[in-house]
Nanobody, 111 residues
Framework: QVQLVESGGGLVQPGGSLRLSCAAS????????MHWYRQAPLNQREWVAT???????VYADSAKGRFTISRDNAKNTVYLQMNSLKPEDTAVYYC?????WGEGTLVTVSS
């Protein structure tokens, strides 16, 4: 059984940074790409970034140049470093691998 647990969310001022983590249990971590999504209030869930099992990365336009996704296969963990945060980045952030989702971690960007 695969479980994903996100952490690292919180309240940050505009221009600040946060690093989200997603720890995965189970054996599929090294097999599949991992993804970060987010869902703002009243909005649909949107894709943010992907990292393949080989370490290649792809970003949504909203994340390019500000966010960095990385993974540590030895720790079964994927990270999302978020810099230059904006109020519009406020959302619950979810990690995803294959058909599995975490419960999400809330990021609030506000002064």
């Amino acid at each position: 059984q695969v479980q994903l647990v996100e952490s690292g969310g919180g309240l940050v001022q505009p221009g600040g940074s946060l690093r989200l983590s997603c720890a995965a249990s189970g054996s599929i971590f090294s097999i599949y790409a991992m993804h970060w999504y987010r869902q703002a209030p009243l909005n649909q869930r949107e894709w943010v970034a992907t990292i393949t099992k080989g370490g290649s990365t792809v970003y949504a336009d909203s994340a390019k140049g500000r966010f960095t996704i990385s993974r540590d296969n030895a720790k079964n963990t994927v990270y999302l470093q978020m810099n230059s945060l904006k109020p519009e980045d406020t959302a619950v952030y979810y990690c995803n691998i294959y058909t599995h989702w975490g419960e999400g971690t809330l990021v609030t960007v506000s002064s």
